[in-house]
T-cell receptor, first 115, second 111 residues
Framework: NAGVMQNPRHLVRRRGQEARLRCSPMKGHSHVYWYRQLPEEGLKFMVYLQKENIIDESGMPKERFSAEFPKEGPSILRIQQVVRGDSAAYFC?????????????FGPGTRLTVL | TQLLEQSPQFLSIQEGENLTVYCNSS?????LQWYRQEPGEGPVLLVTVVTGGEVKKLKRLTFQFGDARKDSSLHITAAQPGDTGLYLCAGGARNTDKLIFGTGTRLQVFP
């Protein structure tokens, strides 16, 4: 499967626990984006990363959320001390390089449920 | 703040009918993508349009980018049940790498 991979597909956490979402971009893609889709809402940008660098985190909540894209391995979106309002589908997208046309390819998402 | 409004929000039609979905903004975008999303899955890229006035056809789907690059439309001819899904437009701007997503149009095609 040469597409964007995300795991887990479903994640259940209790309030106060940590959630760790992983994303492996398409082969040859070095740019990763995270979006969040709340129930019955559209996708909202969270963060844009390149290898070892956060380029734009203007959509990330100021507290509890962090993201990384290490030199080796997948990109990680980490949510500490989860609350019920964090329940959503989290999508990762990748693109091959910085392009004028912003064409991004999405993974299947991780559906986070906070009990 | 850049916003993309889609209309209609919901659309239920019979197989064989034609339909048009609209995506409008007061902002100019350097590109406009259309995605389709099925329940439990991620958005799948259908097309990218980049030139004002551009028209692209993908089988029964026709996409148009407005002359001023502020709006777009998606027209489906002879809709089929397999076209059912959530259709999302997304705009890209030259000065940012993030996509601004529209509010979505949920299409249901009945056999």
């Amino acid at each position: 499967n040469a597409g964007v991979m995300q795991n887990p597909r479903h994640l259940v956490r209790r309030r106060g626990q940590e959630a760790r979402l992983r994303c492996s971009p398409m082969k040859g893609h070095s740019h990763v984006y995270w979006y969040r889709q709340l129930p019955e809402e559209g996708l909202k940008f969270m963060v844009y990363l390149q290898k070892e660098n956060i380029i734009d985190e203007s959509g990330m909540p100021k507290e509890r959320f962090s993201a990384e894209f290490p030199k080796e391995g997948p990109s990680i979106l980490r949510i500490q001390q989860v609350v019920r309002g964090d329940s959503a589908a989290y999508f990762c997208a990748s693109s091959p390089k910085r392009e004028v046309y912003n064409e991004q390819f999405f993974g299947p998402g991780t559906r986070l449920t906070v009990l | 703040t850049q916003l993309l409004e889609q209309s209609p929000q919901f659309l239920s039609i019979q197989e064989g009918e034609n339909l048009t979905v609209y995506c409008n903004s007061s902002s100019v975008f350097s590109s406009l993508q259309w995605y389709r999303q099925e329940p439990g899955e991620g958005p799948v890229l259908l097309v990218t349009v980049v030139t004002g006035g551009e028209v692209k056809k993908l089988k029964r789907l026709t996409f148009q980018f407005g002359d001023a690059r502020k709006d777009s439309s998606l027209h489906i001819t002879a809709a089929q049940p397999g076209d059912t899904g959530l259709y999302l437009c997304a705009g890209g701007a030259r000065n940012t790498d993030k996509l601004i997503f529209g509010t979505g149009t949920r299409l249901q095609v009945f056999p």
